[in-house]
């Protein structure tokens, strides 16, 4: 299923305190987020060249962002009870 971890998020006290505050400074950067990149790489060799790169973005995510992530994640999870999959077997 397509869904945001729960150890990922943050408690809900905080996202709804962020909600309000969210409004008037949206680029701020300090949506609280744990390390994905220790959870994207398991090789630490590559782990290593990931935190090396200079295009990587090192500052937490600004707020703004973090909301429209928690708004679509939520929208994601609800439309996939929509899906339909045929699975009718048709001949080419």
Same mark, same amino acid.
């Given at each position: ?5 729960? #150890?990922?998020?943050?408690?809900? /006290? %905080?996202?709804?305190? %962020? ?11 300090? *949506?609280?987020?744990? #390390?994905?990149? &220790?959870? *994207? /790489? ?7 060249? &990931?935190? $090396? ?9 600004? %707020?703004?962002? &973090? %909301?429209?992530? $928690?708004?679509? $994640? ?6 996939? #009870? /929509?899906?339909? /999959? ?7």
């Amino acid at each position: 299923m397509v869904r945001i971890s729960p #150890d990922i998020k943050p408690p809900e /006290f %905080l996202v709804n305190l %962020l909600k309000q505050v969210a409004p008037f400074v949206p680029t701020l950067p300090v *949506a609280p987020t744990k #390390d994905v990149l &220790a959870q *994207a /790489f398991r090789r630490p060799e590559i782990l290593e060249m &990931a935190r $090396g790169s200079p295009y990587g973005y090192r500052m937490k995510p600004r %707020l703004g962002t &973090a %909301l429209q992530v $928690g708004r679509e $994640g939520g929208r994601v999870c609800c439309m996939c #009870d /929509f899906v339909v /999959f045929n699975v009718a077997s048709t001949s080419y």
